[in-house]
Every structure is written in structure tokens, then in C-alpha cells.
């Protein structure tokens, strides 16, 4: 590239953000992030009045870094994440990312849906993962701003991709609040029947070290029951109460307190990687679902949801790779909360149902509200 035109580039981009410091209400500020090919991956950056700043990424839309204060103020990255597209196309255990057309496990990758059966990728033993081989977090999606600090992705899967019927337009719109909020809100049509679930990946950190495990973060989670599973982490239909199990979460908990329990289930996920049937006022009733907090540094994070379940995974294959420029990310260095429907529900007529037709719009939204505590 011509000097003279990447220096241009370069004053461009450094007016662009510091106009996004001075005044916060600036909207989301764009820069490339790095290429897949012929194509620009962007970044979208948003910023509150308090500092807080989220970057999402057009692929896989992907949040790849949420940083808020800590007691003092002290702001940190606290989602695993890299700062170059890179690492993620090595191939990431989905940071960050927007997973789907059905995230979490499909038994042996098939359903049957109005007398038809359908074969997906089996992409984690014989089961379907995270929407196969290629899921939608390793797709580019096209992102639009919108009023305020927010942004909206796009992505329309074919019919057929991965084996799923019908074209699914997809929508994930990334809201950052003045009251340090961050909504993520998922909206999806199709062509022909097909099942959808749509969720975020992120791995949470809230000491902002990610050298440190998150063995000592402190966990609620509003749910009386939750879906027991077989040795390849499919539910065997069983919503199996908490009470007298270490997946009583229900007062908070050092999640570290009861992850080494002899217990089956726990053997089974290699520690929690379990599906939580929330408490709700009602299906599809936005409410609390957990509450995650740090000691440490104070940082704690509510998350509420429209979704009926909360999929707790405490970074168990988390073993190191890849590695980005000076970050490794070790053994249970990171925890996801993600809300979603549970999993298998295409195989389990039992769970509330995960179909969408033609003619209706699938709606959910998460809320991440971020506190600290003396
Ligand atoms: C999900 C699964 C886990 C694991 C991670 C990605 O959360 O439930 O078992 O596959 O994704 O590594």
C-alpha cells in the first residue's frame, strides 16, 4: 500500500476513535480487524459513559473483548479473546462467538422434523456441535451500526448448510447501556421448518488475569433443576433437581467448592458442562438467571435472559491452544454462561420446543449487567 494512503488511514482511524473518547455518545467506531481471504473482517467498537467498551468482530460475531472497572475503577478485559483474527481461524473454542443454527449438542447428529430425517456433520464424537463443522461462528456476517452504541449482524445460512433445512436469516444485535448493560439480542427467520438456537459464547474471566483459573469466582444460578446427561453429554431427558447436588447453585457458591465431588455427572463433563433449567415467571419471560462475581477484584456480572436454560461450562478442554501473541489460555482459565434452549430439544419432544417455522420470527435476548462490590 502506498505510504502516503496508510498514513491517511492511520489519521483517519485515530480521529475516528478519539472523537469516540471525547464524546461516548459517538456510535460504534469501525476498524479492520484482519482478512478470510478476499474479505474484511471488522471490528465495531462500543463505549459507554463509564468506560465500559465492548468489540465485536463481523466473524463469527464475535465479541472479542469486554472491558469494564473493577472496585477501583481499574478497567480489564474480562472475555477470552485475541486481538488479530489469526488465532480465531486456526481454529478457538468458539470464544466469544455467536454459535448456531443450533449451539450445543444434537444425539448423533440427526432429527426428524414433519416425518423427514435430517444428518448433520458429527463434529464432537457422534454428535452434532455448535452447528457442525462450519457453524456460524466461522462465518462472515455483515454488520450494520445503529442509533446509539450498538451494532446488528447479519447472517443468512443456505438452505442445506450443514445439513439443516431451510434458509435461515440470522440477526445478533450487540446494545452497550449507560447503565452498563450489554445486550445481545438474537433474531432469526426461515424458509422452511428448521430448529434454531442461537447463543453467545464468551468465556468470562472477571479477575481480567487470564493466567488465573476461575476456580474462585463466586456463582449463582436461578435454577431448581437441570438436565442430568449420558457419557457424550446428551440429556437423557431427566430434569433432575439440584437440592443436595454440586449443581445447587442456587445461593452462591465458590464454583471451585464442589467441581472435584465424586460425582457422576460431574465425571462426565470433566466438571460442570451442564444445562440449567431456569426458574421463570413464565416461558420466555425475561428474568435473572445467575449472578457471577469475583472477590478479588470486586467486578460482578448479572446476566438475564428470555432463554429457558443456562448451559454453565467451566472451561474444561480449555488446554492452552492456539495461542495468540502472548496469550494462552489454560485449563479452566475461562467460564461460559450461555443462555440458550437445552440441548438436543430437536430429539427430546419433552423440552420446550426449538422449531421455527415460516411466517415466525425466533426472539431472545440476554442482558450482561456489570456491578462491583466493596
Ligand atoms: C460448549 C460445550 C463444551 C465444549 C465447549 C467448546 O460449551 O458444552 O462441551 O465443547 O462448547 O469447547
Not at 445503529?146 to 443468512?156: D, F, N, S
Request: glycine content about 10%; proline content about 7%; charged content about 20%.
Amino acid at each position: 500500500m502506498p505510504k502516503i494512503r496508510l498514513i491517511l488511514i492511520i489519521a483517519a482511524a485515530a480521529l475516528s476513535s478519539a472523537g469516540a473518547v471525547s464524546a461516548h455518545a459517538a456510535g460504534p467506531v469501525k476498524a479492520p480487524f484482519g482478512r478470510v481471504g478476499d474479505e474484511t473482517v471488522d471490528a465495531y467498537t462500543l463505549r459507554n459513559r463509564h468506560g465500559i467498551e465492548a468489540k465485536i468482530v463481523t466473524w463469527g460475531a464475535t465479541l472479542v473483548s469486554l472491558t469494564v472497572p473493577d472496585r477501583h475503577g481499574k478497567l480489564a478485559n474480562v472475555v477470552l479473546g485475541f486481538d488479530s483474527i489469526d488465532p480465531y481461524l486456526k481454529g478457538v473454542p468458539y470464544f466469544g462467538a455467536t454459535v448456531g443454527r443450533y449451539a450445543n449438542r444434537i444425539a448423533h447428529g440427526r432429527f426428524t422434523l414433519d416425518g423427514k430425517t435430517y444428518q448433520l456433520p458429527q463434529n464432537d464424537g457422534p454428535n452434532s456441535l455448535h452447528g457442525g463443522t462450519k457453524g456460524f461462528d466461522k462465518r462472515l456476517w455483515t454488520a450494520e451500526p445503529q442509533a446509539g452504541e450498538a451494532v446488528r449482524l447479519t447472517y443468512v445460512s443456505a438452505n442445506d448448510e450443514e445439513g439443516y433445512p431451510g434458509a435461515l436469516t440470522a440477526h445478533v444485535t450487540y446494545r452497550l447501556g449507560d447503565d452498563d448493560t450489554l445486550s445481545i439480542e438474537f433474531q432469526a427467520t426461515t424458509t422452511a421448518p428448521t430448529p434454531v438456537n442461537l447463543a453467545n459464547h464468551a468465556y468470562f474471566n472477571l479477575t481480567g488475569d487470564f493466567t488465573r483459573p476461575i476456580l474462585d469466582h463466586v456463582l449463582r444460578v436461578d435454577a431448581g433443576r437441570f438436565t442430568p446427561v449420558d457419557a457424550t453429554l446428551i440429556p437423557t431427558g431427566e430434569l433432575r433437581a439440584v437440592a443436595g447436588t454440586p449443581f445447587d447453585f442456587r445461593k452462591a457458591e465458590r464454583i471451585a467448592s464442589r467441581i472435584e465431588d465424586k460425582d457422576e455427572q460431574l465425571a462426565r463433563g470433566h466438571g460442570y458442562d451442564h444445562n440449567w433449567v431456569l426458574d421463570k415467571p413464565s416461558p420466555g419471560a425475561m428474568s435473572l438467571a445467575a449472578v457471577l462475581s469475583d472477590p478479588a477484584s470486586g467486578r460482578t456480572m448479572e446476566v438475564r435472559t428470555t432463554q429457558p436454560g443456562l448451559q454453565f461450562y467451566s472451561g474444561n478442554f480449555l488446554d492452552g491452544k492456539p495461542a495468540g501473541a502472548g496469550t494462552v489460555f489454560q485449563h479452566r482459565t475461562g467460564l461460559c454462561l450461555e443462555t440458550q434452549h437445552f440441548p438436543d430439544s430437536p430429539n427430546q419432544p419433552a423440552f420446550p420446543s426449538t422449531i421455527l417455522r415460516p411466517g415466525e420470527t425466533y426472539s431472545e435476548k440476554t442482558v450482561l449487567t456489570f456491578k462491583t462490590s466493596k
